[in-house]
């Protein structure tokens, strides 16, 4: 797409001419292993992003929740999540079997502050820790297990900027609803009527149920 009057960068030192190199601080606070803070911080967190890449450089970026806890610590290195059945396309993990670098956001709601890892994954279909993973009878059939290359906390200037945990800010009606916006690009042979049926109280109550 051709833009009038486009600038474009196009290499790391035209970057920095544009943004300065970090302090030593911010430098300094990245670490390989997990601190008793992260620890905690995984163990109230409910919801992560799971950002992955394909060797032919494709991406995707998957939205993981669970309770609190969630995410399993192995070790001061190494961490579990839980692979809940879903919509089948499974991009994320397609991405991993030719690309194992992962990167990870965890959310503590109401909190601006994140806690991100970099690491490398792996996909595992049986593991002992399977068994602390079940929430309301659902065992997981797969689960990634990450072994941290690089953890820290980032601060919290995106979620001021965008008063994301202000419930005043909050326009969930601004968009159409699930069902509406199924028919219109997914599901557009289905009637309006039965999609509110599936989307409805019913879809939240068998999110644990479904297997792949």
Known sequence: MEIPGLVEITSEEQLREVVPWPNQAVVDKVRKELHELDKEWLAHSQFCLIATSAADGSCDVSPKGDPAGFTKVLDDSTIAIPERAGNRRIDGFLNLVSNPQVGLIYLIPGRGETLRINGRARIVKEAP????????????????????????????????????????????????????????????????????????????????????
Not at 173 to 196: F, G, H, T, V, Y
């Open 129 to 212: 820790f399977f068994d602390d993973m079940i929430v309301k009878g659902n065992r997981p059939q797969l689960a990634l297990l990450v072994e941290i290359d690089e953890i820290f906390h980032h601060c919290s200037k995106a979620f001021l900027r965008s008063q994301l945990w202000k419930p005043e800010t909050w326009t969930p009606e601004a968009m159409p609803s699930r069902a509406e916006i199924a028919k219109a690009l997914d599901r557009k042979d289905a009637e309006l009527s039965e999609l509110e049926k599936y989307y409805g109280k019913s879809y939240e109550e068998s999110i644990y149920k479904v297997k792949y």
